[in-house]
């Protein structure tokens, strides 16, 4: 059975430090992994990856797969309180739907 | 550019009675649409997905039902609310599969 797991489940850090969120996979026929981020409302997207290797970055978050080990990490540098959120990973699989997993909560201290 | 509209922000409806969520996408035509549903303190849990007009796709058997009466949008709906139905529903379109989705404001649905 497929399985998307986040980790960790939370996260309480200060202004100004950085953070490493993970997203492990066991799918079959993987596509493509997206990172999507949730405030009070609606999930706005952040990085869809598809090649392992490849680093996408914008501005103070970056994230990265790897397809062999089956994880993808999702940084962030310089933490703003603006960066508090819940951090949700997802997975386009064979079967074309997206499937998220539970999520990160972040939040970040001034 | 494409927006996405969900209505209404907010609702609570007592056990029993009918539901209807309207979702419409401007400024794109033929998108995929998609309700998610999600519950307190978990992930996103995809209900329905449409690729044009009349077809739908359920993914979890449950009292809600989906309808695509138009190109661009996406109606929930429910004959008879339970307690469980309560939570945060959010529709999403797009361009096609295995591309970003981009998602609506959300409801959320409190059944008492």
């Known amino acids: 059975e497929d399985k998307v797991v986040q980790s960790p489940l939370s996260l309480v850090v200060h202004e100004g430090d950085t953070v490493t969120l993970n997203c492990s996979y066991e799918v079959t026929n993987f596509r493509s992994l997206l990172w999507y981020k949730q405030e009070k409302k609606a999930p706005t997207f952040l990085f869809m990856l598809?090649?392992?290797?490849i680093e996408k970055k914008s501005g103070r978050l970056s994230s990265i797969l790897d397809k062999k080990e089956l994880f993808s990490i999702l940084n962030i540098t310089a933490t703003q309180t603006g960066d508090s959120a819940i951090y949700l990973c997802?997975?386009?699989?064979?079967?074309?739907?997206?499937?998220f997993g539970t999520g990160t909560r972040l939040t970040i201290i001034p | 550019s494409q927006t996405i509209h969900q209505w209404p922000a907010t609702l609570v409806q007592p056990v029993g009675s009918p539901l209807s969520l309207e979702c419409t996408v401007e400024g794109t035509s033929n998108p995929n649409l998609y309700w998610y549903r999600q519950a307190a303190g978990r992930g996103l849990q995809l209900l329905f997905y449409?690729?044009?007009?009349?077809?739908i796709s359920s993914e979890v058997p449950q009292n809600l039902s989906a309808s695509r009466p138009q190109d661009r949008q996406f109606i929930l709906s429910s004959k008879k609310l339970l307690l469980s139905d309560s939570g945060f529903y959010l529709c999403?379109?797009?361009?096609?599969?295995?591309?970003?989705?981009?998602f609506g404001n959300g409801t959320r649905l409190t059944v008492t």
């Open positions: 999403a379109w797009s361009r096609s599969f295995a591309s970003p989705l981009h």
């Open positions: 449409s690729v044009g007009i009349g077809q």
């Open positions: 997802a997975f386009y699989f064979g079967n074309e739907k997206l499937t």
């Open positions: 598809t090649s392992s290797g």
